[in-house]
Structures are given as C-alpha cells and as structure tokens.
C-alpha cells in the first residue's frame, strides 16, 4: 500500500532495519499552523530515531521546517544520531504576513512576510567509508549530476556536433566527452518562479565570461583541489536566478483527481495569540475554495527535485511519514520511484489515494510526459 493511515511512529515499528532507501518528509512545524490541531508539536526524537532504524546506513533524509522552529527541528534530527549534512533554503514570493496589531500602535505588527522555508539535509551514517557504504549497501551520497541547473549551453548542446574526432593524436572523442556540458553545481538554495522573477529584476541581464579551461582558475589560485570537470563558466547570460533551481509550480496540481471530492473553505482562518487564544486573522479574501484543503500542500516540482538528490542510483522505496495530501509519494511516483506514505489524518489519507489513484490512471505515455515535464 503506498498510503497508509495511522500514526507514524506506530507504523514504522512495523518495519524491519535498513528498509528504506531515503526519507523525504514535511512534518509538523510545531507553531498550530492556521490553528491545526496536528501542527501543536514539533516530532520529538523517537520519530527520527525510528526513521533511522529503518533506512540503509548512508541514506538521506530531507526534512521542511519553518524559519521560527526550524532550529529545533535540526538539533531533534542530530540528537537522534543522524548527521547534519546541510540547510536548503526554499525562497518563495507569495507567502504574506500573518500579521496583527491588536496593542494600537500606528504602524507597528507582530510579523514579517515569510519569504523562505528550509529543508534540513541528513544522512545515517556510513557502515564504514562512503566507498565501503557504497560497496555494502548500494548508496552513498547524493545525486549531483542528477540535479544539475541547466545552462543555455546545456539546451543547445548536441551531442552530434560534439562527438570528437580523429586526429594525428588519435580519437579525441573521449576528451570531447569530459567537456560535454552538465550544468551548473546544485546549489542549497532553490527558487519558486516568483522569487525568481524578483530576483532577475534586481540584477538584470548579466553575462558570463567564456569559458576559462576547466578548473585551471581554481587550480592556479591553489585554493583547493577540484574536480577538472567542473567548468568554471557557462558562457550563457541572463538573471542572477540561473544559478540556482527553479521549482515551478502549476496552481491547478494541487486539485488533479479530486473531481468528485466537495469543495472546502480552506486558507488561512485562525492562529494562535501568544496566550493560546485562537484569533481571526481578518484577510478573508485569503479564503479560498479548493478541493485538497491540506494547508501545507508542496510545489510536485520541488519535490522532485528533493528528492532525485537524495534516491540512489539502484533507487530503494522512499518513506514519507508525514504524508499530508501526499505531494511527495505523487513526486516519488512521476519519476518512478517506489515510495511510502504514512498520514495519520483520515480526510488526507483520502485525498492522498485520489492524487495517486489519478496518477495510476493515466496512460504510460501521459506518465511519461509528466515524468519529462
Ligand atoms: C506539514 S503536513 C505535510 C503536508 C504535505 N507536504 C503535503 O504536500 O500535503 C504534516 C502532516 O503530518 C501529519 N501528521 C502529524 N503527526 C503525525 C503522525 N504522528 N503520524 C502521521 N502523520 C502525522 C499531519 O496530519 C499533516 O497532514
């Protein structure tokens, strides 16, 4: 079953050692967002502790928290014996201020605009080398070249014109090859399209340098030793956005396969005052009706991308244990991976199975265009 409905730490007793592959999970933030009751806590440690038994030494876990607890949810993962490898940042335009003022004072209110979220990335630590991991259990590391940004001259590339050729020296198609185009370096900062826009707007058109020989500007500088396939230039131009990845985000995907499901008032209805109270937020137009009425719902896009970075090349099943609407399974399933949700909230297990159940419907080649898109 790829949805599964019950509490998470129950449900991953149920698992023997070493089972997963990777974990990719958006869990309670522990700030009662918009007043739900399941966001009251952050996961204490016998969560992660739990997701680490069951996961492959070696394997990945990304986890979502907001920028007030963020900092507790990182030190719960590394005190639960998993090793902090990084912090994604999410940044995004269309989150607005959840802000009051109730205390009377002319322009003064309790919040700023939420512009980012981040993503803590860790890893179960290696049954020895990462080399020795590799060997034993099939994984280790993430997926670099999987993530790679794409550069103009990565779009134009053709691999005809590149093949190399024979010369005095011998076939040069080898070489050619080392200097194919891969994109740029994944960066731990990623954007929605708006934030993208934003950005661009700030810092115009810019245009590379060419393209100096590979790592020679690094290597002459001595500044540490690199990698010779890693160009130091893309020779291409544009906004400063290019540099990083870009998570598009389609208003309507949220709401695929739920036709027959009624439409509910969702948005952002209430928050918790300091002292507990639960107060009107009072932007009413921020109400909207939608189908799947989860309040945390993720962009398919950027979740894809999270989790290519951390699937092994032999793939493994992924685990979600806190599924929601099951945007992660979904992305897990469009690029063909097998995945796990568990949700504990019955209305979203619902609408979990109906997002996964339209996806099954589709014909392979409508699969496969969401897979390419
Ligand atoms: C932040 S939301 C995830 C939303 C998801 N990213 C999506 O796109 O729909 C966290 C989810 O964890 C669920 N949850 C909280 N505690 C849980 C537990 N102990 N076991 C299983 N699910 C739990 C909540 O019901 C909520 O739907």
């Given amino acids: 079953m790829t949805i599964i409905c019950g509490d998470c730490l129950e449900v991953m007793k149920t698992f023997p050692d070493n089972h997963f592959s990777c974990v990719c999970t958006d869990p309670p933030y522990g700030i009662s967002f918009m007043g739900k009751d ?42 639960s014996g998993w090793i902090i490898r990084d912090l994604f940042m999410h940044i995004f335009g269309s989150g607005f201020p959840k802000s009051h003022n109730y205390f009377g004072i002319n322009g003064y209110g309790t919040a ?23 060997e034993k259990w099939g994984q280790a590391g993430i997926n670099i070249d999987g993530c790679r940004i794409l550069t103009d001259e990565l779009k134009n590339y053709s691999p005809g014109l590149h093949r190399g050729s024979l010369n005095d020296d011998g076939w ?29 707007e700030q810092t115009k058109e810019m245009r590379a340098s060419k393209p100096s020989k590979t790592g020679t500007a690094y290597k002459a500088s001595g500044a540490f030793p690199i990698r010779n396939d890693i160009p130091i230039s893309h020779n291409d131009s544009g906004g400063a956005s290019r540099f990083f990845y870009c998570a598009k985000a389609s208003p309507s995907e949220r709401n695929e396969g739920l036709e027959d499901l009624p439409l509910i008032r969702s948005g952002c209805e209430r928050m918790n005052n300091s002292d507990g109270r639960k107060e009107e937020i009072g932007e ?29 090349p032999q793939n493994g099943i992924l685990l979600d244990p806190f599924a929601g609407s099951g945007t992660t399974i979904l992305a897990a399933k469009r690029l063909g991976f097998e995945a796990i949700g568990i949700e504990k909230q019955e209305e979203y297990c619902e609408i979990a199975r109906k997002r996964l159940e339209h996806f099954d419907e589709q014909k392979p080649e409508e699969q496969l265009k969401l897979k390419l898109s």
């Fill in 38 to 79: 399941w966001d009251h806590g952050l996961p204490s440690q016998e969560y992660w502790k739990e997701m680490l038994r069951i996961v492959k030494p070696g394997s990945h876990l990304l986890a979502a928290g907001l920028p007030r607890t963020i900092h507790r949810l990182i030190c719960t993962i590394e005190d």
């Fill in 112 to 134: 700023l605009k939420p512009a980012w979220e981040g993503w803590s990335l860790a890893m179960k630590p290696c049954d020895g080398t990462f080399a020795q991991n590799a």
């Fill in 172 to 200: 040069k198609g080898r070489d050619q090859l080392k200097k194919a185009p891969k994109g740029r370096w994944p960066a731990n900062v990623i954007f929605d399209e708006e934030a993208a826009r934003m950005l661009d």
């Fill in 284 to 312: 009413s137009n921020r109400m909207t009706l939608t189908k799947n009425h989860h309040p945390t719902v993720k962009p398919l896009k950027l979740m894809e991308y999270l989790i290519k970075l951390i699937m092994p």
